[in-house]
């Protein structure tokens, strides 16, 4: 049963920095790995997209990177801004029917 | 063009009650996805609809949870004689048609469900 992980459960760092979450998945028979950005209250907004014949994909300050053999995925942010401050879920895709999400990671970017 | 829109957005009811959530996909979606987020927990897969079909529902709890889609209007998950451990924020996901292990899940602003 694919299980996703995320590390650290939460990170403060201050403006400025740049800073890499990290996800693991324990089945590497995946379609696709996506990373999201969930606001208190909110819903989810999807942040990029990785095929798992890709190694990784880039949006503006965001860039994450897929090794689907170790079964490991990370989402770079540069240069933080307090905007950034959220809940970051990563999901794997096993099949067409759903999501495996992780438990997120929750940023706080102090000015 | 409007994003997945779920309705009501906040749904208080009391033990025994029957709750209602509705769900209406992007426009040109026809795949539809229901999760639960419970306090302090990921989200977990519930149900996966196309229209007038349940394509897979492994991950709904046996009793007294159904979810539809119907030919016209919205999709509906319905939770009869509600627990206190329902009480979770609910969210819908769309997709468009094709071939659906590769497209993105679009989500809405989820329903959060208290239970009194």
Same mark, same amino acid.
């Given at each position: 049963?694919q299980?996703?992980? &995320?590390i650290? @459960?939460?990170?403060?760092?201050p ?5 890499v ?12 790995? &996506? ?28 860039n @994450?990177?897929l090794?689907?053999?170790?079964g ?5 942010? @540069?240069a933080s801004?307090?905007?950034?401050s959220a809940?970051?879920?990563c ?5 067409a029917?759903n999501l495996f999400?992780?438990t997120g990671t929750r940023?706080?970017?102090i000015? | ?5 779920q309705n009501? %957005?906040?749904l =208080?009811?009391?033990r ?6 509705r769900? +209406?996909?992007?426009?040109?979606? +026809?795949h =539809? ?6 306090p302090?927990?990921?989200?977990k897969f519930? =149900?996966?609809l196309?229209k ?5 529902? +492994?991950?709904?709890p046996?009793e007294?949870f159904?979810?539809?889609?119907p030919?016209?209007?919205p ?7 509600? =627990? %206190?451990?329902?009480?979770?924020a609910?969210?819908?996901? +769309? ?6 292990e ?8 989820g329903? %959060?469900?208290?239970?009194?």
């Amino acid at each position: 049963k694919q299980e996703v992980t &995320q590390i650290p @459960a939460a990170l403060s760092v201050p403006e400025g920095e740049n800073l890499v979450l990290n996800c693991s998945f324990t089945d590497s028979a995946i379609y696709n790995l &996506q990373w999201f950005r969930q606001d208190p209250g909110k819903g989810l907004t999807s942040l990029l997209l990785i095929q798992s014949s890709q190694r990784e994909q880039t949006s503006g300050r965001l860039n @994450a990177s897929l090794d689907k053999s170790s079964g490991r995925s990370t989402l770079y942010i @540069a240069a933080s801004q307090p905007g950034d401050s959220a809940t970051y879920l990563c999901a794997v895709r096993t099949g067409a029917n759903n999501l495996f999400f992780g438990t997120g990671t929750r940023l706080t970017v102090i000015p | 063009n409007a994003g997945v829109m779920q309705n009501p %957005r906040h749904l =208080v009811r009391r033990r025994g009650q029957e709750a209602r959530l509705r769900c +209406s996909p992007m426009k040109g979606h +026809s795949h =539809v996805y229901w999760y639960r987020q419970l306090p302090e927990e990921g989200l977990k897969f519930m =149900v996966y609809l196309q229209k007038e079909n349940i394509i897979d529902e +492994s991950g709904m709890p046996k009793e007294r949870f159904s979810a539809e889609f119907p030919k016209e209007g919205p999709s509906i998950l319905r939770i009869q004689q509600v =627990v %206190r451990g329902d009480s979770a924020a609910y969210f819908c996901a +769309s997709s468009p048609p094709g071939a659906g292990e590769n497209q993105p899940q679009h989500f809405g602003d989820g329903t %959060r469900l208290s239970i009194l």
